[in-house]
């Protein structure tokens, strides 16, 4: 294989990354490009490795090998704090706040100085999601809901060039749902790229421009939505198979 | 047309401030493998969780027999008839197999007939038997599964309840499990499963119902869910 270069237009590179556990291919040569600015949607069944994947381009998981250059840097075995530093930040499928923390406390911690400039920022996120009157609210009274926009808005406090979401609307009722998918387009209008994880097709079509497809932990297709949605290997791999020798 | 065996009519779950079944209708007659089928967060576990009294319904009903049983305690469940696989096979670990299978007849007191049924799950999966004295942990997903399904016949159900049977095994365990599924039925068994794997549980099932974001999407024979291609199409939202 030739060394890859990366396109100027592209703010993470995958290469050829892969993931065993134990015998169990997690993850078989993929490849992943996103481009600048966009919203990126990653998709797949149950078990496809979709977050196995964050884990890795996101550091968490340092086992896997491969290419991953995000803004042209080789960030494959840099520690998590090292990327998240760089610009690379990402929310977890599960939300997790700090439960005896304030909201306010839950923002400014991941802000890089303690000072009026962090608060105020952190202001500004709660108002633009409304949540502004639940600043001093200890994180464990949020709702479960509120505790993943929370986790979303600590993920924005560093100003992050690349943001992957894990599910953020799983679990989420459907008013604070549209609070985050507007925040998330709002944030892309002013330059921030996002790889999304998400189940609902409608969202994935309504915001993604570019869509790749995993399953059993190849990557099986690549394109806009529309095209991935007559895929036939898509339709299989979300379907199910049924047994070569025909029916039962 | 038989009497359905179970029925579940118009009901509601919220998790919270999340709903996520807005009317939900099914039913199973005896003798029948029934599946639901749909894409991520349809609620197919949901449903077969408040059936077994595992997540309370808001509204709707559930019988059984002719009996309501909505929102019935999850412990008083077996003792209708009614048993259940869990998603992930969770088996006792550190228990034996054999301790395992006893598990799933905690309600019979006679410890006769306890082994009794013991042996018969044995019958149906000799690889259990061969088994029987090692930890349960220590057997492969597959196995593990079929120690799972293994343990929910203990009790003598009328009907076994199966949530994501095929989830995580090999091809060749998942060919199986469907076998053995089949086998069951064979047997006169009623089985109400959730597969993520649909074209193989239709394929298996007498009938199916898919569901798309809580609610009622298509009904009806298996056979006839699988050529339906707005059924597959439902899965990408394309329906």
């Not at chain 1, 505790?147 to 100003?159: N, P, Y």
């Amino acid at each position: 294989m030739t060394e890859p270069v990366s396109h100027p237009d592209h703010i993470l590179c995958a290469w050829g990354i892969a993931r065993d556990f134990g015998g169990v291919h997690a993850l078989r040569d993929v490849d992943l490009h996103v481009v600048r600015g966009t919203i990126t949607g990653l998709i797949g069944p149950n078990g496809s490795g979709k977050t196995t994947m964050f884990q890795v381009i996101s550091g968490m998981d340092q086992g896997a090998t491969g290419t991953i250059s995000f803004d042209d840097e080789s960030i494959l075995g840099w520690r998590p704090s090292q990327i998240y530093r760089r610009g690379l930040a990402r929310t977890f499928q599960l939300s997790r706040v700090f439960p005896e923390l304030t909201v306010l406390e839950n923002l400014v911690v991941a802000g890089s100085r303690h000072d009026r400039s962090v608060e105020e920022r952190a202001f500004g996120l709660l108002e633009r999601v409304r949540l502004r009157e639940y600043a001093k609210v200890r994180g464990k009274n949020l709702s479960y809901g509120q505790q993943k926009l929370v986790e979303f808005l600590r993920v924005l406090m560093s100003d992050p060039a690349l943001i992957l979401l894990d599910e953020p609307a799983a679990g989420v009722n459907p008013t604070l749902r549209q609070t985050l998918w507007d925040m998330v387009r709002h944030l892309n209008g002013l330059g921030t790229t996002f790889l999304v994880i998400e189940h609902n097709m409608e969202v994935i079509a309504d915001l993604c421009s570019d869509v790749y497809v995993l399953s059993e932990g190849e990557m099986i297709a690549h394109g806009d939505f529309a095209a991935i949605r007559n895929n036939e290997q898509v339709l299989e791999a979300y379907f199910g198979k049924k047994r070569k020798s025909g029916t039962a | 047309m038989k009497e359905p065996l179970l029925t579940v009519h118009d009901m509601e779950v919220s998790y919270g401030a999340v709903q996520v079944l807005f009317g939900v209708s099914l039913e199973v007659r005896a003798g029948e493998i029934v599946c639901i089928i749909g894409p991520n967060g349809a609620g197919k576990s949901t449903v077969i969780k408040a059936v077994i009294g595992l997540v309370p319904a808001q509204k709707g009903q559930v019988e059984f027999d002719g009996q309501p049983i909505t929102n019935s305690p999850a412990h008083e469940i077996p003792a209708l008839g009614i048993t259940y696989v869990p998603q992930g096979r969770i088996v006792f670990a550190q228990m034996t197999v054999a301790d395992n299978l006893e598990m799933g007849a905690f309600l019979k007191r006679d410890s006769h007939k306890r082994r009794e049924a013991v042996q018969a799950v044995f019958d149906q999966f000799p690889r259990l038997y061969e088994r029987r004295n090692q930890p349960a942990g220590k057997l492969s997903g597959g196995e593990q599964q079929m120690l799972a399904i293994g343990r929910a016949l203990m009790m003598n159900p009328r009907l076994v309840i199966l949530d994501e049977p095929s989830l995580g095994l090999s091809p060749k365990y998942v060919d199986l499990i469907y076998e053995k599924l089949l086998d069951l039925k064979r047997q006169g068994r009623t089985l109400l499963m959730v597969e993520q794997n649909a074209a193989r549980a239709l394929e298996l099932s007498d009938r199916g119902y898919a569901l798309e974001l809580g609610h009622n999407r298509f009904a009806d024979t298996g056979a006839k869910l699988l050529a339906n291609e707005d059924v597959r199409r439902m899965y990408l939202g394309g329906a």
